[in-house]
């Protein structure tokens, strides 16, 4: 069973939560970097699993309980090539949808937009109606 | 021999660096892509029959011993989703090769279709092969960038709209997935799917649950489990048919698949897992609900869709040999009914020009062919005998009445229901599209809700693809027999992981 350092842990905290708290924003250009920052703040929380530190591994050089585990590092490299990949992916997406539509806002989905509006049509009837009752009091 | 296990992987990943570099050419490109998916046909058939007779295959990449390097394992759960993967995605192949000609000519090449969609069959083969969590993880990946790529192809307004939902949560859940791994590695010192399994039950219980919902929670974004499913049928639709009608029936079965591997492979259950089926009981009420309230067809599929991943689910949730026997024949059926389903659809609204089902009509006098290619999954769907889905459904109810728990007989029912309602929904297709006058393509009222989608012809290649897969809808009712004995046997396999971790650790189980 390994101890986790406390300062890991609150950076971990911050990061996650900074992340997560990024990615429920609107502009898709913080929500890449809500990705960005979550994609390093599970990084490091890989590292922290693979234990404390310890000599270079593989090398020959030291024995295998002084050696760091060299796997979570290895994870750590594929991800973070991962990550890369995507970062670059949604700002290709961000500014194709500025070229597009002039902006980079997540847009709500059609489903919602169809109850927005049946809402707006809905509010005006009642306005309409409301008018003609007030009209028919007055005279 | 073991060979056999890496070539779904790396044929279509050297195929797609060639089709990209060959992108000039575009029939050599369509013959490359056609000659790699049959070969993985052809060798996924192998597999089922190793994996059947002499059990799993293990492949240890570049030689180093599980549980410490890349393990891809073919047993016969995996094998049996490859066989049906590879053809669906074959296919799906031949239609939009049939799609793409006649849309943009014999000539035009495209430089990114094809190598994307065999990136796409590369991960899910990695998916449905890797050994361990962390390859699943690479293998999400790699299918999940292709479909990035994919569904927002030829950029409109509308498809980058819906791309970035898919984009934003699948990325989320991606990133969970990673922080899953490092936990699981954190509390366990490995990632191998078989030494997980006996290392995770030496763990205390609270550690063990916290896990095993993390998992639910990562497979059930990219499965579209309820409450997790919102970005499915806001995202699919917009997508061409082909590239849509491949996501949905593979792309959630994966997550599906993860979700079964991981969930008896892993972690263990007590007999019927409540949380699973209470799961599946809104995820079936839920999509069902919501396909009746569509209008638009593609839309419609998707909420069905999502209904019929809770009957996966419930198998799931049952959480015995029965059941999972139920879950694998339901997987099955499902990939390529769904995936029919969507090719017609897009056979559909390139005669009619919309999606909206208020302006379609008399489609069975205009287009009987379209009609008949239409009924055919859409009865399969709702489970009427004698095609696919009653087999599958029939496995399912069986196992819920046979689980003998008030949940369990709870669940049963709604999923009778649900079955019902999927009967209405595609009544209610039917008599719209298929009967009453025919409607002529019309201008267009209101831009904003993505209703038109413009006419095209579709060539006699495309009707065959779909043919054919709404063919092989029938041959799997006719080969029920067979293929309900090999499921029996996957799932017997999956309840006992003996037989995997033996194949993949070596002789040193039970340690």
Request: hydrophobic fraction near 50%; charge should be negative.
């Amino acid at each position: 069973m390994t101890t986790i350092n406390l300062t890991m842990a609150l950076v971990l905290a911050v990061l996650y939560s900074v992340g997560f708290y990024l990615l429920m924003q609107r502009s898709l250009m913080r929500i890449l970097l809500g990705t960005v920052i979550l994609g390093h703040a599970s990084n490091l929380l890989l590292q922290v699993a693979g234990g404390p530190p310890g000599r270079a591994p593989m090398l020959g050089e030291a024995r295998p309980e002084d050696m760091t585990d060299p796997l979570p590092q290895a994870m750590a490299l594929t991800a973070i090539v991962i990550t890369f990949a995507l970062t670059t992916f949604l700002l290709a997406l961000a500014y194709r949808s500025w070229s597009l539509l002039g902006d980079d806002e997540v847009r709500d989905d059609v489903e919602d937009r169809r109850i927005q509006r049946l809402e707006r049509q809905l509010a005006e009837s009642e306005e309409d109606a409301e008018e003609e009752f007030g009209k028919e009091a007055t005279q | 021999m073991t060979v056999l296990v890496a070539l779904p992987v790396l044929l279509p990943l050297a195929a797609a660096g060639l089709s990209l570099a060959l992108g000039r050419f575009a029939d050599v490109q369509r013959v490359l892509g056609l000659v790699v998916l049959g070969a993985i046909i052809a060798d996924a058939f192998a597999l089922l029959y190793i994996a059947d007779t002499q059990g799993p295959v293990v492949l240890q990449m570049g030689g180093w011993p599980a549980p410490f390097g890349i393990t891809l394992v073919a047993d016969r759960l995996s094998a049996l989703l490859l066989v049906v993967s590879s053809v669906v995605t074959f296919a799906v192949l031949i239609y939009s090769v049939g799609q793409r000609i006649t849309d943009y000519g014999r000539e035009r090449s495209s430089t990114t279709f094809h190598p994307m969609y065999l990136m796409l069959c590369a991960g899910v083969s990695l998916a449905y092969l890797s050994g361990d969590l962390f390859n699943l993880f690479v293998a999400f990946e790699i299918m999940l960038s292709s479909s990035y790529v994919l569904i927002t192809r030829r950029t409109t307004s509308s498809r980058i709209r819906a791309g970035m939902t898919y984009v934003i949560v699948s990325l989320a859940s991606s990133l969970l997935f990673i922080t899953m791994i490092a936990l699981v590695y954190a509390s366990t010192g490995t990632v191998n799917l078989a030494d997980l399994g006996q290392r995770v039950a030496e763990l205390p219980d609270g550690l063990q649950n916290a896990l095993a919902l993390l998992v639910v929670i990562v497979f059930g974004v990219k499965a579209a489990m309820v409450p997790l499913h919102f970005w499915l049928p806001d995202s699919y639709p917009t997508a061409p048919a082909p590239v849509t009608a491949v996501f949905a029936g593979l792309l959630t079965k994966v997550g599906i698949y993860a979700l079964i591997r991981t969930q008896t492979l892993v972690f263990s259950h007590d007999e019927s897992w409540n949380l699973m089926l209470f799961l599946s009981l809104i995820t079936m009420i839920v999509g069902a609900l919501g396909a009746l309230a569509q209008n638009d067809l593609n839309r419609l599929l998707s909420f069905l869709l999502v209904s019929h991943i809770g009957y996966m689910l419930f198998g799931l949730g049952v959480y015995d040999v029965v059941g999972l026997t139920g879950v694998i024949l339901y997987v099955v059926h499902h990939i390529t009914v769904q995936a029919t389903l969507f090719l017609v659809s897009g056979l559909v609204t390139r005669h009619t020009g919309t999606v909206a089902l208020t302006r379609m009509g008399g489609l069975a006098r205009a287009a009987p062919m379209i009609a008949v290619l239409f009924a055919l999954p859409a009865l399969s769907l709702a489970g009427v005998p004698p095609f696919s889905g009653f087999v599958a459904k029939l496995a399912l109810l069986q196992s819920g009445v046979g689980a003998g728990t008030w949940t369990a007989y709870l669940v049963t029912g709604v999923l009778v229901v649900t079955s019902l309602l999927t009967v209405y929904a595609m009544a209610r297709v039917w008599t719209r599209a298929f009967w009453g006058q025919i409607k002529a393509p019309e201008e267009d009222p209101d831009p904003t809700d993505e209703l038109v989608v413009g006419t095209g012809t579709s060539n006699r290649t495309m009707v065959i693809a779909t043919g054919v897969l709404a063919a092989a809808s029938v041959v799997i009712a006719l080969v029920a027999g067979p293929l309900a004995d090999v499921s029996g046997r996957a799932a017997e396999d999956l309840m006992h992981g003996e037989t995997y971790r033996t194949a993949v650790l070596g002789g040193e189980t039970g340690g």
